[in-house]
Structures are given as C-alpha cells and as structure tokens.
C-alpha cells in the first residue's frame, strides 16, 4: 500500500482520540472519566506510539514487538479499570473505542511479526511461536474485558480471570478428578485399546480374507456414535472407571485395527522383493520392514486415540459414576450453574488432552524421524 | 510391465468364488461371525440372571429352556439380536410418527437438528479456510489454535452450552445444532486449508503467467483441486456432528431424541431399548456418511477425479 | 530361520580361470505367459541362455521385451509358465533359498529408517551373521563402492548416485556368486552413470562375480559386457547373442573406438531388426 500513514496504525490513533472524548463509564453508575493517573498514563504511551508509528511507519521485528509492548500498557490499562478502576460492569463508548485502538494495533504488530523472514532458525521458530501464543493472549484479553466490562452474568460465561481463580482454589478436587479420569480410564482404556487393536492388526493381516471383511467393517465402525456404548458399559462394569476405560477400549480399538492394518501394506514391492530375495521369513519381513513401515500409520492412530480417549471417558461419566472425575464434575456443576467451575475443567481437560497428544507427537517424531513430513525440517 | 499382470493359471471363476475374492463374500461372513457370537455373548452373559430366575421360581428346566429363556428376557445384559429387530420393528414400522415412542420421531428430532449444525458447521470452516490462505496473519495467528484445538476433548464443552443456552431461554433444536455446528467447524477448516493449498507450484506459476488475479486463482484453481479435501472432511464432520447432537441431548435430561432415549433406557435399565436407540444411530450415521460420499463420487466424477 | 553359512569373503581371488567356468544360469525353451483382462501377453517365448561364471551378460532391448521377466524367473520373483530354468545347477527357488543372488532394482530400495551401514548390514542380520563379521563386512564393502565414511548417514541425506551405490554394497555384502541389476542406472543423470559405469566394471573384475545386467542404453551394454543378449518384445524372445572381447581393465575411452562402435552397430541392428515400428 502507498498510502502515507500506515493504515492500521493510522486507525488505531484515530480510535485512541477519540476515546479521549467519551466517558469510560457510565450508564446507571456515576461518569467516569480518563483521569485516572494509571488509566491516562497508559493511553498516553499507548497513543503516542501508534502516532509514531502512523507517521513513520517502521517495520521489522523489533518495532513490531515495541508497538505490541504499547498495546500491553494499554491493555494493561484498561484491565486496571475494569478491575477496580470503577468501570466493571457500566463501561462506555470511550472503553470501546480504546479496545478497537488496541485492536487495529495489534493486528499491525501480529501481521508485521509474522511476515518477518529471519535466517536464523532457532529466531525464526520463536517468532513462529510468538504469533499465536500473542494472539491467544490478545482473544484471553478481549474475553475479560468483555465480561468484566458488560457485566456478563457469570453462569453465561465467566471471566477468564474467575476461571483462573476457581483452577487454583479447587486444585485438589481437579486432582481427584484428573486421577480418576485420566490416570485411571482413559490411560488404562487406550493401552489396551491401542494394543489390542494392534494385535488383532497383526493377526488380521495375515489372512487375507479377514483383511477384505474387516477393514470395510472397520471403516465404518469409525464413523459410528461409540460413545453411546457409554450406558451399556455402565451397565456391565459398574460405575467405577472400569466402564470407562470399557467405552475408551472400544473407541480406540477400530483406529488402531484400521490404521495398522493399512500401514502393514505401506511397504512397497521393491523392498518386499529385496526381502524375497534374501529368503526372509515372515517374521523377518514383519519386524525388519513391514511393522517400520506401518509405524507412521500407526502413531497416526495413537494420535486420533489420544483424543478420542477423553471423549470417550468423560462422556462416560455422564451416564454415571461414583462422586468423582471430570465428566461427573462438569455434569453436576452444570445442574449447579457453578460454570466457572465446568470451565476450569474443560481447561485441565483441554492441557491433559494438549498433552497427551504432544506427548504422541514428539514420541512419533523420535521414532519416524525418517518420513518425508518430517525430513524437510531436518 | 510385469507386476499388475496375473499368471497364467486358469483359474475358472464361479460366482462364488468371485463373491469371495472381492469385499462383499468376506463382509458378509464377518458379519455372520459377528451375529453367531453374539448369540453365544447373549447366552453366556444372561445365563447367571435366568438360572437365578429360574431357581427362585421353583420351575424345573433343561438347558433348551435356558438358551430359549436367555434370548427372551425382558431386560437382559446383552439383548439377543432378534431382539433388539423386533424392538425396531415395533418401534419405527408399528409406531406411528408422531407418538413420543416412535424411534423414527426421536431419529428425525437428532437428525434436523445434526444436519442443520453440519450445514453451518461446514460453511463457516470453509469460509475460515479460504481466510486463513489468504491473510497471512489469519494463517500465522489463528491456525495454530485451530490445529491444536483438535486435541481438546471439546465434546466435554457440550452440557454446558446446553444448559447456558436453556438459562437464557434458548432451548430445542438450536443449542443441539450449536454443538454440531462447532464439532464440524474444525475438521472442514483444516481439511479445506488443505485443499486450498493442494495445487502444487507448477499450477500456482501457471496462473500467475496468465497474469490471474486472486479471484480467478480462487475459482479456477485452488477451488476445484480442494475438493477431494473438502469431501473428505466432510465425511469426518457429518459423522460427528451426529454425535454432537446426541450428546447434547445427554445433560438436560430432554425428552427427545436418540440421546434422550438411551439416557432413559440406561436409567430404566432398558437394555432393549438401548441396542435399538444405538443401532438406529449407527444406521443413521452409516446413511449420512454414504449419502456425503455418494455425492462426492457423482462431484468428482463431473470434475474428471472420479475413479 | 536357520542361519545359511555364508561363504567367506573372497575379495582377493582373482578371476577364475576361463577353462574352469561351469553354467550359473541354463535356461531351456523358457516362456511366460501373463493372463490379463486384454488376453495373454506373451512375456517371453523359447528362451535359451547360458550364462558361465564369470561373465558380464547385459539384457538390452526395448521396454516390454521380457528383459526385466527374464531377470526375475532367474531370481525367482516370476514363475515361469514353460520350459527349464537352472541356477546354480538348482532351481531358482532352490537358488533364492540358499541365498545365490544379490539383487539391485531399479530404485536403491534403501530403508529410510536405517543408516547406510545398517541398510548393508539388512542381509547379514537376516542371514544370521555374528555382528562383528558383520560391522567387518559392512566397513568393507562400504569402502569397495567409495562410500566409507558415509556408514552413520541416513539414505535421504545421500544423493541417488550414492544411494545406488550402497544398493550394490547392499547386494555385494553377503557375497553371493550371482549379481542380478536391473537397470540400476536407470534412474540418474547420464554423466553419474558413466561414472558408475566404470566404478561397476573395476568391482566386476576384482571380484569375479556374474553379473547380470538389464539395461535399454547401448553404450551402456557394449561398455560393461562380456556378452550382450538382444531381445525383442511381442513375444519377449532374444534375437541375437553378441559376445565382445574389451580388455578387463577399459576405461569410458574406449567408446571411441572401431571395436566399440563395431559391437554397437550390431547391438543397434539386431534392435532395429526385432522392432516393429508400427506402435
């Protein structure tokens, strides 16, 4: 673009002015004003960067993270007067039209920062990274401030803040829950879905005729709501995490069979050729070639499973459990509307489930370092 | 040359014979297995109840009895297959529609409202997609979150909307459609992005020889080659927007749909009425998968991918 | 599986004298016919061959010609629908079981997840060979191919001349009598292929080993051959057997001679004379 100014920037001044004309607060509440020396203070830093910026547009790495580094004052800001600045709950025009500043700027620096092009690798990762941890950031932001300062009822959705608050007040019941769901169900239901469904692979592959009726039996069983099995493992083995584990089994179980069975056929002809040619035997060819060749399938599956695992395990627990584990706890607090609660356990769900997966992730990598997908970066 | 062909010996092919070197023979036998050994898992886990049964009553009986009595039980452990054919039969042909016991009004009452959540779910993914190619800051901010997204159990979210949404008088078919609206949502984006990306450079060059703007490189190329993804994608999201659906139906103890009927079927301890609310949902979710695919092989096939 | 003794290595024996030579392959009225949805194809048709220790045979004629059928009837990856095959004296199963052949496809065919020196030792762990003569005949023939110092390299991090190589360091390394290639060249540039080319005849010579070679390049055949076999497609059959007589230690110069040209006139006709051109 030729434009003079830089637009973004250009915007976000306008908007930062602006709010210096409108009250903060208002509404039912007393008029509040930016004369706060906190709240004026930050606007100040913040608006004269963006003029700055408007002006002379700068670019490059180390600009873009001083503009970001303004809109963290400003952000900061406006967060003191949400909280405890008197404006929670009766914000106004001139809180808003400060917010939307601070949002065109940071679209300027996130857009900046991620065009940034460094040779160096290790930089150029941590920028890589930077961008989405900020823009998590900046939405975490939005959220409070949109909460804190409408006033959202807390059963319609809480600020992050209470989230936060209720994950460290109630650590030992979202231990207690983490144990019995993870640790007990869902790790104990995904290794022996997992390996069984490994097993039955194996096996499976080895007669033809059960390849050709299964993996279309297979296929569509992966498609089908398992999670429904849910009651009836209840009914089977009782309310404790083993039905749990039972529902997990069974979710884990045709992935792992579909996947493996397809990766048992990954190896090509030549180098099956090469291991008839050297008079391998079956098991030979399984271990030396096949069951290498089928591994990215494989943790393909232990990938899809991870998740699946907790799906299936705390939805269980909506159709029963003794008093403790997280789809109990997210079931009950919802009848409750204690929703900060519900909240921070889908945040400990989402880290365990993170987690989890990365922990696939990274194994897959250490032990697949030699497929292409992964051969680039290298 | 040498490797497709197939040696000489003539191997005279009966109908059987050919049945049984394709996918049909074989399904077909592993379904027969899987039909025989539930049988016996029917028998075998309902015996313990019925030789109870059997002993309190005082009645005198032969094992004949006991297979006959353990595939007729009111609430049996695992239900016989005819069983739970008969309950189907009862339930969808003999019921009329519009009874709350009919399983074809529960069926149609989870599947408007999955349908309807697949439809917005996968409009708003592609509309994100074609976002997330082409601003580059969409692309580096927002998609890491997507991508990660699909590791967080979200199906955990699916009561609370349901109850937030009722709290503020939202109730019925919407809040369902939300859940599946949102479970669809980030298969389609990733799937589509993609496929967006999927032409390879040679193509991109192409375009930009002929001087074509985004626009007609959106139409005439990253469009068309993005829809092998788009179908794919689509499979995985019609099929779990079903289980959104039935799992929304899960917290607020509503009265209808599938998920309603085997809250109250495992509340009641209907095991009949489970299998045949779950094998319903199977069917369902088997017909949505085949109908997606089945308009993807006429779309591709129009396209010239078709196989 | 039990172990097959493997023979020691036999790097220092010179070539055997040509009075001694005995037959490794004897095909007679060899054919093969594929069954496919278009009516059978005739693959090969009366084939008879004798290839004697020692020699350096090249398959050379136009794709579908039955020269890459032939290679594997004789390594057993094909079954003949007719007539007679012997390897060493056996027949070809016999042959493969007892670890006759060392075989070089097209493609390396390496194992991406395993090193250069693990990708060698893949037969000898098969066969069962004790580790430390393992690492000794990995080093080995590491190094007759040019490749020491490569050992701890994955086969993507090589280029595909290299790759190649440690294919045949792969086939050479359990030190079978027979060395089967089908176009191993095929696949690279032309100037990495003379290079290979040379390298292939000063291994041919140090070693003594047979080695059959399928190929569709003319230079190629006439430089590395002690015989070369002319076939023809539609039947797959040999048209014409041309035996040449280059000193064993020739280098890429010799293209430029009478002799060579002689040889690959004859090549080019006997081709020319089984071609049809009306396809």
Same mark, same amino acid.
């Given at each position: 673009?030729?434009?003079?100014?830089?637009?973004?920037?250009?915007?976000?001044?306008?908007?930062?002015?602006?709010?210096?004309?409108?009250?903060?607060?208002?509404?039912?509440?007393?008029?509040?004003w930016?004369?706060?020396?906190?709240a004026?203070?930050?606007?100040?830093?913040?608006?004269?960067?963006?003029?700055h910026?408007?002006?002379?547009?700068?670019?490059?790495?180390?600009?873009?993270?001083?503009?970001?580094?303004?809109?963290?004052v400003?952000?900061?800001s406006a967060?003191?007067l949400?909280?405890g600045?008197g404006a929670?709950?009766?914000?106004?025009?001139g809180f808003?039209?400060?917010?939307?500043g601070?949002?065109?700027?940071?679209?300027?620096?996130?857009?900046?920062?991620?065009?940034?092009?460094?040779?160096?690798?290790?930089?150029?990762?941590?920028?890589?990274?930077?961008?989405?941890v900020?823009?998590?950031l900046?939405?975490?932001?939005?959220l409070?401030?949109?909460?804190?300062g409408?006033?959202?009822?807390?059963?319609?959705?809480?600020?992050?803040?209470?989230?936060?608050?209720?994950?460290?007040?109630?650590?030992?019941?979202?231990?207690?829950?983490?144990?019995?769901?993870f640790?007990?169900?869902?790790?104990?239901?995904?290794?022996?879905?997992?390996?069984t469904g490994f097993?039955?692979a194996?096996?499976?592959?080895?007669?033809?005729?059960?390849?050709?009726?299964?993996?279309?039996?297979?296929?569509?069983?992966?498609?089908?709501?398992?999670?429904?099995?849910?009651?009836?493992?209840?009914?089977w083995?009782?309310?404790?995490?083993?039905?749990?584990?039972?529902?997990?089994?069974?979710?884990?179980?045709?992935?792992?069979?579909?996947?493996?069975?397809?990766?048992?056929?990954?190896?090509?002809?030549m180098?099956?050729?090469l291991?008839?040619?050297?008079?391998?035997?079956?098991?030979?060819t399984?271990?030396?070639?096949?069951?290498p060749?089928?591994?990215?399938?494989?943790?393909?599956?232990?990938?899809?499973?991870?998740?699946?695992?907790l799906?299936?395990?705390?939805?269980?627990?909506?159709?029963?459990?003794?008093?403790v584990?997280?789809?109990?706890r997210?079931?009950t607090?919802v009848?409750?509307?204690?929703?900060?609660?519900?909240?921070?356990?889908?945040?400990?769900?989402?880290?365990?489930?993170?987690?989890?997966y990365?922990?696939?992730?990274?194994?897959?990598?250490?032990?697949?370092?030699?497929?292409?997908?992964?051969?680039?970066?290298? | 040359?040498?490797t497709?062909?197939?040696?000489?010996?003539?191997?005279r092919?009966?109908?059987?014979g050919?049945?049984?070197?394709?996918?049909?023979?074989p399904?077909?036998?592993?379904?027969?297995?899987?039909?025989?050994l539930?049988?016996?898992?029917?028998?075998?886990?309902?015996?313990p109840w019925?030789?109870?049964?059997?002993?309190?009553?005082?009645?005198?009986?032969?094992?004949a009895?006991?297979?006959?009595?353990?595939?007729?039980?009111d609430?049996?452990?695992?239900?016989?297959?005819?069983?739970?054919?008969?309950e189907?039969?009862?339930?969808?042909?003999?019921?009329?529609?519009?009874?709350?016991?009919?399983?074809?009004?529960?069926?149609?009452?989870?599947?408007?409202?999955?349908?309807?959540?697949?439809?917005?779910?996968?409009v708003?993914?592609?509309?994100?997609?074609?976002?997330?190619?082409?601003?580059?800051?969409?692309?580096?901010?927002?998609?890491?979150?997507?991508?990660?997204?699909?590791?967080?159990?979200?199906?955990?979210?699916?009561?609370?909307?349901?109850v937030?949404?009722?709290?503020?008088?939202?109730?019925? +078919?919407?809040?369902?459609?939300?859940?599946?609206?949102? +479970?669809?949502?980030?298969?389609?984006?990733?799937?589509?992005?993609?496929?967006l990306?999927?032409?390879?450079?040679?193509?991109?060059?192409?375009m930009?020889?002929y001087?074509?703007?985004?626009w007609?490189?959106?139409?005439?190329?990253?469009?068309?080659?993005?829809?092998p993804?788009?179908?794919?994608s +689509?499979?995985?999201?019609?099929?779990?927007s079903?289980?959104?659906?039935?799992?929304?139906?899960?917290?607020?103890?509503?009265?209808?749909?599938?998920?309603?009927?085997?809250?109250?079927?495992?509340?009641?301890?209907?095991?009949?009425?489970?299998?045949?609310?779950?094998?319903t949902?199977?069917?369902?979710?088997?017909?949505?998968?085949?109908?997606?695919?089945?308009?993807?092989?006429?779309?591709?096939?129009?396209?010239g991918?078709?196989? | 599986?039990?172990?097959?003794?493997?023979?020691?290595?036999s790097?220092?024996?010179?070539?055997?004298?040509?009075?001694?030579?005995?037959?490794?392959?004897?095909?007679?009225?060899?054919s093969?016919?594929?069954?496919?949805?278009?009516?059978?194809?005739?693959?090969?048709?009366?084939?008879?061959?004798?290839?004697?220790?020692?020699?350096?045979?090249?398959?050379i004629?136009?794709?579908?010609?039955?020269?890459?059928?032939?290679?594997?009837v004789?390594?057993?990856?094909?079954?003949?629908?007719?007539?007679?095959?012997?390897?060493?004296?056996?027949?070809?199963?016999?042959?493969?079981?007892?670890r006759a052949?060392?075989?070089?496809?097209?493609?390396a065919?390496?194992?991406?997840?395993?090193?250069?020196?693990?990708?060698?030792?893949?037969?000898?762990?098969?066969?069962?060979?004790?580790?430390?003569?393992r690492?000794?005949?990995?080093?080995?023939?590491?190094?007759?191919?040019?490749?020491?110092?490569?050992?701890?390299?994955?086969?993507?991090?090589?280029?595909?001349?290299?790759?190649?190589?440690?294919?045949i360091?792969?086939?050479l390394c359990f030190?079978?009598?027979?060395?089967?290639?089908?176009?191993p060249?095929?696949?690279l540039?032309?100037?990495?292929?003379?290079?290979?080319n040379?390298?292939?005849?000063?291994?041919?010579d140090?070693?003594?080993?047979?080695?059959?070679?399928?190929t569709?390049?003319?230079?190629?055949?006439?430089?590395?051959?002690t015989?070369?076999?002319?076939?023809?497609?539609?039947?797959?059959?040999?048209?014409?057997v041309?035996?040449t007589?280059?000193?064993?230690?020739?280098?890429?110069?010799?293209?430029?001679?009478?002799?060579?040209?002689?040889v690959?006139?004859?090549?080019?006709?006997g081709?020319?004379?089984?071609?049809?051109?009306d396809d």
């Amino acid at each position: 673009m030729s434009s003079r100014f830089d637009p973004w920037c250009a915007v976000a001044t306008v908007l930062a002015i602006l709010a210096l004309a409108f009250p903060v607060a208002g509404g039912e509440a007393p008029l509040l004003w930016w004369g706060a020396p906190a709240a004026a203070g930050g606007l100040a830093i913040f608006l004269l960067t963006v003029l700055h910026f408007a002006w002379r547009r700068p670019t490059g790495a180390g600009h873009n993270i001083i503009l970001l580094a303004a809109v963290a004052v400003g952000c900061a800001s406006a967060l003191g007067l949400v909280h405890g600045g008197g404006a929670g709950g009766h914000t106004t025009f001139g809180f808003w039209l400060f917010v939307f500043g601070l949002w065109a700027a940071t679209w300027r620096g996130l857009d900046g920062l991620a065009g940034v092009r460094s040779f160096d690798a290790g930089r150029q990762r941590l920028i890589d990274l930077s961008v989405p941890v900020l823009f998590g950031l900046w939405l975490v932001f939005l959220l409070e401030v949109g909460t804190v300062g409408f006033g959202v009822p807390q059963v319609l959705l809480p600020a992050p803040s209470m989230i936060g608050a209720r994950l460290a007040g109630s650590l030992d019941i979202l231990a207690a829950d983490f144990q019995q769901t993870f640790l007990k169900a869902v790790l104990i239901g995904y290794a022996i879905g997992c390996g069984t469904g490994f097993m039955v692979a194996v096996l499976v592959d080895r007669v033809p005729f059960l390849q050709r009726g299964l993996l279309p039996l297979g296929n569509l069983v992966s498609a089908l709501p398992i999670v429904g099995m849910a009651p009836i493992m209840v009914m089977w083995f009782g309310f404790d995490w083993p039905s749990k584990a039972a529902v997990v089994v069974i979710m884990t179980f045709f992935p792992m069979l579909v996947n493996t069975v397809t990766g048992l056929t990954a190896a090509g002809a030549m180098e099956r050729e090469l291991m008839r040619s050297y008079a391998a035997g079956y098991w030979q060819t399984l271990f030396k070639l096949r069951l290498p060749a089928a591994l990215p399938f494989v943790f393909n599956a232990l990938k899809i499973n991870s998740t699946l695992a907790l799906i299936g395990a705390i939805v269980a627990e909506f159709f029963g459990t003794p008093i403790v584990g997280m789809g109990f706890r997210i079931s009950t607090e919802v009848g409750r509307m204690n929703v900060d609660m519900v909240w921070a356990e889908i945040v400990m769900a989402a880290i365990a489930g993170s987690a989890f997966y990365g922990v696939m992730a990274l194994t897959e990598r250490t032990f697949t370092f030699w497929h292409p997908s992964y051969r680039e970066r290298r | 040359m040498t490797t497709e062909a197939l040696p000489v010996v003539a191997v005279r092919r009966r109908t059987f014979g050919r049945l049984m070197a394709g996918q049909t023979g074989p399904v077909l036998v592993v379904v027969t297995a899987i039909i025989v050994l539930w049988y016996a898992g029917a028998i075998w886990l309902n015996t313990p109840w019925q030789i109870d049964l059997f002993e309190r009553g005082g009645v005198e009986w032969s094992n004949a009895d006991l297979v006959r009595a353990t595939l007729a039980q009111d609430r049996p452990l695992l239900p016989a297959p005819h069983q739970i054919v008969a309950e189907m039969r009862k339930t969808i042909i003999d019921t009329p529609i519009t009874s709350k016991r009919s399983l074809v009004f529960h069926s149609w009452v989870t599947l408007s409202s999955s349908v309807l959540g697949f439809a917005i779910g996968a409009v708003l993914g592609i509309l994100l997609a074609v976002g997330i190619v082409h601003v580059r800051s969409l692309d580096k901010s927002l998609m890491p979150w997507v991508i990660s997204s699909q590791t967080v159990p979200i199906l955990a979210v699916a009561p609370m909307v349901i109850v937030v949404l009722a709290a503020i008088g939202v109730r019925g +078919l919407v809040p369902k459609a939300i859940i599946s609206t949102y +479970l669809c949502f980030f298969p389609v984006t990733i799937g589509m992005v993609k496929g967006l990306r999927s032409p390879d450079p040679l193509q991109m060059d192409l375009m930009r020889t002929y001087n074509a703007n985004r626009w007609q490189t959106f139409w005439k190329l990253r469009w068309p080659s993005s829809m092998p993804f788009l179908f794919t994608s +689509l499979k995985v999201a019609v099929a779990i927007s079903l289980v959104g659906a039935i799992v929304g139906e899960l917290p607020t103890g509503a009265s209808a749909g599938l998920g309603a009927r085997l809250l109250a079927g495992s509340y009641y301890g209907q095991t009949i009425q489970i299998w045949s609310a779950l094998i319903t949902a199977a069917i369902l979710a088997a017909l949505l998968v085949t109908l997606v695919a089945a308009i993807e092989r006429v779309t591709l096939r129009r396209m010239g991918m078709g196989v | 599986m039990t172990a097959v003794p493997v023979p020691p290595v036999s790097l220092a024996t010179p070539a055997p004298a040509p009075e001694s030579r005995r037959r490794v392959v004897d095909t007679r009225g060899l054919s093969l016919t594929f069954q496919t949805a278009d009516g059978p194809v005739y693959a090969l048709s009366d084939v008879d061959i004798a290839i004697e220790q020692g020699e350096f045979v090249s398959f050379i004629g136009p794709s579908g010609c039955g020269k890459t059928t032939l290679l594997r009837v004789i390594a057993d990856l094909e079954q003949p629908t007719g007539g007679d095959i012997q390897v060493n004296g056996v027949s070809p199963r016999e042959a493969r079981l007892g670890r006759a052949y060392g075989y070089v496809f097209q493609a390396a065919g390496l194992y991406p997840w395993r090193t250069i020196e693990r990708n060698v030792a893949l037969p000898l762990e098969i066969m069962g060979v004790p580790a430390t003569e393992r690492r000794e005949r990995v080093r080995q023939h590491l190094d007759l191919v040019g490749l020491g110092g490569f050992e701890k390299k994955f086969p993507w991090q090589l280029s595909g001349g290299m790759q190649q190589r440690a294919s045949i360091a792969r086939a050479l390394c359990f030190d079978p009598e027979l060395l089967l290639m089908d176009e191993p060249f095929g696949a690279l540039d032309e100037i990495v292929r003379d290079h290979l080319n040379e390298q292939l005849l000063r291994l041919w010579d140090k070693t003594g080993k047979t080695v059959v070679f399928v190929t569709h390049s003319i230079p190629e055949a006439v430089f590395l051959s002690t015989k070369i076999v002319v076939m023809s497609p539609r039947p797959g059959k040999i048209i014409d057997v041309i035996p040449t007589d280059f000193d064993r230690d020739r280098t890429l110069d010799i293209r430029e001679t009478p002799g060579f040209l002689e040889v690959a006139h004859r090549v080019r006709q006997g081709l020319r004379a089984g071609h049809s051109y009306d396809d």
